[in-house]
């Protein structure tokens, strides 16, 4: 059987993930950059086929890509974020219509669900590769739609991929309140090995507490502090410097490692390295080498002046 294949595209400010399966389907959550994500996917599975495609909030900077996949690449199913209570852009619809002219089965999580991307049934679990996926559940959204505090990234859907002993969590533009709802279902009492960071860095999607009960050994910050988001903010910054400090722990952030490769055997061990190249490079043809440290201090320093 072969390994797990995980990719952290660095796309600037933006996300895009890809799983290869050790049975070799494959799982994208979030896209920007068409071309990027076009000529990775072309590289990690030639045939284009996706064997499912999760989008987990209406942003650009995370669907941004979806469309040239709906056009050129074979989708399974398609899994979205709930819009009933934010409807997005009129590119996020046309991406909704799109998937439902070609008669890709759908689906609006609110709520926990697992997919077993390579076949498995519960309790059969603990051998196979499974997805776990955590949507805002409808009070939520009503509550913060009342307070008039919903916005985007509220929606968020959260991801733990889980490969025996590995796991790693995907946590989107995840909020304080999406990880109330994560809490609720008893998913932050489990640690994980990796950890792509919320919201880029933003000092309301990265808090210390889930860092502390998640325990990752890696944390991956998909941004690019040189744009106007100015991404990973000061809270974030000082997070990670201190988090990273520790000899056990990693943080890397993308428009300084590239994209990044993380390559998991059937035991569960795991290997990174990282491309280096820019936001707007092809990843085909490039040869991956070690991960380079992040200068988590020149960039609270940038943020405190």
């Known amino acids: 059987m072969c390994a797990l294949e995980i990719y952290v595209l660095n796309v600037g400010q933006g996300d895009t993930a890809i799983i290869k399966t050790p049975q070799g389907n494959v799982v994208v959550i979030d896209a920007y950059r068409p071309a990027k994500v076009k000529d990775a996917l072309d590289t990690i599975r030639p045939d284009g086929a996706i064997s499912h495609l999760v989008v987990t909030h209406p942003h650009s900077d995370h669907y941004g890509a979806v469309s040239r996949l709906l056009a050129d690449c074979t989708v399974g199913k398609v899994t979205l974020a709930p819009f009933w209570f934010y409807a997005g852009t009129p590119a996020y619809h046309q991406i909704i219509n799109r998937v439902q002219s070609d008669h890709i089965p759908l689906h609006f999580i609110s709520g926990y669900e697992r997919d077993y991307t390579d076949g498995g049934t519960f309790p059969q679990y603990a051998e196979q590769l499974y997805l776990e996926l955590v949507g805002p559940p409808n ?167």
Not at 191 to 200: G, M
Not at 209 to 237: F, M, N, Q, W, Y
């Open 139 to 305: 009070y939520t959204l009503e509550d913060l739609q009342e307070c008039n505090l919903l916005n985007p990234n509220h929606l968020s859907v959260l991801a733990r991929l889980n490969y025996g002993r590995f796991s790693m969590v995907f946590a989107a533009d995840a909020q304080m309140e999406n990880w109330a709802h994560y809490d609720r279902e008893g998913l932050l009492e489990q640690s994980c090995d990796v950890l792509k960071a919320a919201h880029h860095g933003s000092k309301r999607g990265t808090q210390w507490e889930r860092l502390e009960r998640l325990a990752p050994k890696l944390v991956i910050v998909s941004s690019d502090p040189a744009t106007t988001h100015e991404l990973p903010d000061l809270v974030g910054s000082a997070i990670f410097l201190e988090y990273d400090e520790d000899d056990d722990h990693t943080v890397a952030l993308t428009s300084g490692t590239g994209t990044i490769k993380i390559t998991v055997d059937a035991a569960g061990f795991y290997d990174v390295v990282s491309f280096g190249e820019g936001p707007d490079d092809l990843l085909s043809g490039l040869a991956p080498g070690p991960m380079p440290q992040t200068d988590w201090a020149s960039i609270l320093q940038l943020r405190m002046a």
